[in-house]
């Protein structure tokens, strides 16, 4: 089996429009969290989301193109066209054939539906927008990416709600490490600002009405954000071969089934699902120097997943570094196991780890090194990002320097 | 056909299809505007919202160019002023 190296990444979301600007971020500790502005928020019992801010689609797409996808396959667009940049592939024939491309979304082009729903049940019209079907495919990602950058090969969109993109980065990384395909995009993208989507979330009563505030004891609950990532993975060698920077070896993925509750999370899945990452990557538990948490923010998953993190890692969890960071880029639904997997390749990149910010007080029931508020500087040698969705669907996928 | 429903067709078009107006004559031909099946549908939906019609799928695929456009947007929309007498 081959190693698998990550040679280009994009990004956008709340807290930087590229990679560079999000990396930065993570290193200040930058909160993307405001003022909801793409809804109506005032009948809301929350009022806060983190967005892609000033955010102008005709910088990125001609005209007839924003006509005909969504926000959130924009933001697909714009993290894998920066993403195979930043990685100089030189393209040939051949490579075109069989690049992959896989991305993860959770909700699609909801805000497309929503829209559809308003004109012709609130407004009475008799026909919504003909575009309607196509923008809001889950698939609208990965079949305009595979359009926009001249990409034949094997080409999908999974969705395991808050796993999604974890799952199509993992399923890409098979594909390299197996030998199937010497190229592949993945990651996720989500627009979820729509009134009746943020109605739905409301009646979750799993948002805070303040700030997302991850294992801090003062916690209220998690914050919707926006945005995609993408990464670039190729064969180890193949990178070094063609003088490729390489950002962190992709080395392992595991999936579990909490097989328990349609949205209370076990300890077991996740405790199942990181084993599975370890040994899928071949290092011991002790040579882990750093998680990006799930770390939603609400209550309950904090609990669990300090409970399962201890289960995986007994001693050596007091030694690890554990940081959420949707604590500043919210949580991005289908984009957040890409966009965490990116901020897990930026810290090992970069030698420091991201912190969790909006941390006010240590709750003992989440009893882990959370970094809180301030990065620190460290050299991580391998580190996990971990995705645990609704309907308890598990995907770990663990990185290592080189 | 009316002067006013042959502008505001040739507009529609113009709009939804980020053409300039002045390429757009009555007399001209789908094909030179490299319009495809997904663009004659966000016409056909601007129309109807522009005309506050509704355009049969039996009509719509019998369209061939900007005059037939024009004249069976002419026909709903006459029909529509004999229903409201």
């Known amino acids: 089996m081959r190693r698998v190296a990550v040679t280009g990444l994009g990004v956008i979301c709340a807290t930087g429009k590229n990679r560079c600007e999000f990396a930065a971020s993570l290193r200040a500790g930058r909160c993307g969290i405001g003022p909801i502005t793409q809804a109506d928020a005032s009948g809301l019992r929350f009022g806060n989301g983190a967005e892609v801010s000033e955010y102008d689609a005709c910088q990125y797409f001609e005209p007839k193109q924003i006509d005909v996808i969504d926000r959130f396959a924009q933001f697909a667009a714009i993290a894998a066209r920066e993403a195979v940049a930043d990685a100089c592939i030189r393209w040939t024939d051949e490579l075109r054939e069989q690049c992959a491309?896989?991305?993860?979304?959770?909700?699609?082009?909801?805000?497309?539906?929503?829209q559809g729903y308003w004109d012709v049940y609130k407004l009475g019209k008799t026909r919504v927008h003909p575009m309607t079907i196509p923008r809001t495919m889950s698939n609208a990602g990965a079949s305009f990416i595979s359009m926009d950058l001249g990409i034949f090969g094997p080409s999908w969109t999974v969705s395991t709600a808050c796993s999604s993109?974890?799952?199509?980065?993992?399923?890409?990384?098979?594909m390299v490490r197996s030998g199937e395909t010497d190229l592949a995009l993945a990651g996720g993208s989500e627009a979820p600002f729509s009134f009746g989507c943020l109605k739905a979330w409301e009646a979750m009563r799993v948002v805070s009405p303040d700030t997302c505030?991850?294992?801090?004891?003062?916690?209220?609950?998690?914050?919707?954000?926006?945005?995609?990532?993408?990464?670039?993975?190729?064969?180890?060698?193949?990178?070094?071969?063609?003088g490729a920077k390489v950002y962190a070896e992709i080395t392992g993925f595991g999936m579990s089934a909490d097989a328990h509750h349609i949205t209370q999370p076990s300890v077991e899945g996740p405790v199942r699902a990181m084993r599975k990452a370890l040994q899928d990557a071949g290092i011991e538990a002790e040579a882990a120097d750093y998680i990006n948490a799930h770390g939603t923010g609400t209550d309950v998953n904090d609990v669990t997943e300090t409970a399962a993190i201890r289960a995986v890692f007994g001693e050596h969890a007091s030694r690890l570094l554990v940081s959420s960071t949707k604590s500043m880029h919210g949580h991005t639904l289908g984009a957040a196991g890409a966009i965490e997997a990116a901020a897990t390749i930026c810290a090992i990149h970069g030698g420091f780890v991201p912190p969790t910010v909006n941390y006010r007080a240590p709750d003992e029931r989440c009893d882990l090194d959370v970094v809180p508020n301030e990065s620190r500087g460290a050299a991580i040698r391998c580190a996990l990002s971990n995705s645990f969705a609704f309907g308890g669907l598990n995907a770990v996928l663990a990185f290592c320097h080189r | 056909m009316s002067a006013d429903v042959t502008e505001r067709v040739l507009d529609t078009i113009a709009k939804t299809q980020r053409i300039p107006r002045e390429k757009i004559t009555i007399d001209g031909r789908f094909e030179e505007l490299g319009l495809d099946s997904m663009d004659a549908v966000n016409i056909l939906f601007a129309l109807e919202e522009e005309f506050d019609i509704t355009i049969p799928d039996e009509e719509a695929k019998k369209i061939?160019?900007?005059r037939e456009m024009v004249e069976g947007v002419q026909r709903l929309v006459d029909a529509k002023c004999e229903e409201s007498r």
């Open chain 1, 165 to 174: 993109s974890a799952h199509a980065i993992g399923q890409a990384f098979r």
């Open chain 1, 213 to 242: 505030r991850p294992f801090s004891k003062d916690r209220t609950g998690m914050i919707l954000g926006e945005g995609g990532a993408m990464l670039v993975l190729e064969p180890l060698e193949r990178a070094i071969a063609r």
């Open chain 1, 101 to 114: 491309v896989v991305t993860g979304a959770c909700i699609g082009g909801q805000t497309t539906e929503d």
């Open chain 2, 64 to 66: 061939r160019n900007p």
